[in-house]
Nanobody, 125 residues
Framework: QLQLVESGGGLVQPGGSLRLSCAAS????????IGWFRQAPGQEREGVSC????????YYVDSVQGRFTISRDNAKNTVYLQMNGLKPEDTAIYYC??????????????????WGQGTQVTVSS
């Protein structure tokens, strides 16, 4: 059974940090682009960051550039999203998803076919 499982979400104060993990089971992530997406209440799902299968190419939405870092460890079959300098507007459910080798270039949800269940990130004082 192909499965992606996110972890690492939680409640953090503004300016704080969290590291999200996306672990795959039932398949290897080696040949997939991986994306992190988020959805806040009443808003559309947004592509936050995407990474190519090799990890050499990365995309960040402007609002997180310089604060978030995506990385992958194919040996552990896991992709990470390090989030620093968190802001209240980063509050959302964060999802990871797997897509084809070129999916990272557009980092839009309809390019990704396998999704995790999401993890809640809340930034509040």
């Amino acid at each position: 059974q192909l499965q992606l499982v996110e972890s690492g979400g939680g409640l953090v104060q503004p300016g704080g940090s969290l590291r999200l993990s996306c672990a795959a089971s039932g398949f290897t992530l080696d040949y997939f682009s991986i994306g992190w997406f988020r959805q806040a209440p009443g808003q559309e799902r947004e592509g936050v960051s995407c990474i190519s299968s090799t990890g050499m190419s990365k995309y960040y939405v402007d609002s997180v550039q310089g604060r978030f870092t995506i990385s992958r460890d194919n040996a552990k079959n896991t992709v990470y999203l390090q989030m620093n300098g968190l802001k209240p507007e980063d509050t959302a459910i964060y999802y990871c998803a797997a897509g084809g080798t070129q999916a990272f270039r557009r980092c839009v949800s309809n390019s990704f076919g396998s999704w995790g269940q999401g993890t809640q990130v809340t930034v509040s004082s």
